[in-house]
């Protein structure tokens, strides 16, 4: 069983650029959480997501970010007119249910974006 | 197996307490330990805790490591009705190619007025 696909590894964007970032749950799961880690930073919760469903987006910045997990395919950040304060690691975890109690939430290896 | 317990389950406060929330654990390739606070569907992210000792302080509240116990405190001070929340404590491990997040069943805290 694959665990959390995340790619790419590294993402390099001039200013301005458009990034995609693809996470793919491991198999049976359906719920999504991207996260930002910032150098000497915890994860940082973005958006959490289910199939074709945005949950709860409020760790999302109100430009430029927005983020998908249609019902066939990896869920995707998009993040527009990159700046170089997007350069971040961008990681995805999934679970097999919800993040009720008790519910192991696996991680990608992360993307890290580097806007020059 | 992997496990992390928090204690107490829940916790029914006034208005300007201080409460301490605990948060053990019995993992192999321990990474780091985190703290969140659940009002709706997602968690959000309060601290993370890597190295023994160090408080790290968010406002009124503020956490802290000990690797050697195995264990981790939050501290919340003169605590207000909007601290009402589960506040979930999680491991995460390094587990092969990926990063396994184990979770605690969680702390419910209610600030009463």
């Known amino acids: 069983n694959a665990g959390v696909m995340q790619n790419p590894r590294h993402l390099v964007r001039r200013r301005g650029q458009e990034a995609r970032l693809r996470c793919s749950p491991m198999?049976?799961?359906?719920?999504v959480y991207w996260y930002r880690q910032l150098p000497e930073e915890g994860l940082k919760f973005m958006v959490y997501l289910q199939k074709e469903n945005i949950i709860d987006e409020s760790g999302m910045p109100k430009e430029r970010f927005s983020a998908e997990f249609p019902k066939e395919g990896p869920s995707i950040l998009r993040i527009q007119q990159v700046v170089r304060g997007d350069s971040a690691a961008y990681f995805c975890?999934?679970?097999?249910?919800?993040?009720?109690?008790?519910?192991?939430?696996?991680f990608g290896q992360g993307t890290r974006l580097t806007v020059v | 197996e992997d496990k992390v317990v928090q204690s107490p389950l829940s916790l029914v406060v006034h208005e300007g307490d201080t409460v301490t929330l605990n948060c053990s654990y019995e993992v192999t390739n321990f990474r780091s330990l985190l703290w969140y606070k659940q009002e709706k569907k997602a968690p959000t992210f309060l601290f993370m805790l890597t190295s023994s000792g160090i408080e790290k302080k968010s406002g009124r509240l503020s956490s802290i490591l000990d690797k050697k116990e195995l264990f981790s405190i939050l501290n919340i001070t003169a605590t207000q009705t909007g601290d009402s929340a589960v506040y979930l404590c999680?491991?995460?491990?390094?587990?092969?190619?990926?990063?396994?997040?184990?979770w605690g069943l969680g702390t419910s805290l209610a600030v009463n007025p």
């Open positions: 999680a491991v995460l491990l390094n587990a092969g190619n990926n990063r396994k997040l184990i």
């Open positions: 975890a999934s679970s097999r249910s919800g993040t009720g109690l008790n519910t192991e939430a696996f």
């Open positions: 198999k049976g799961h359906s719920h």
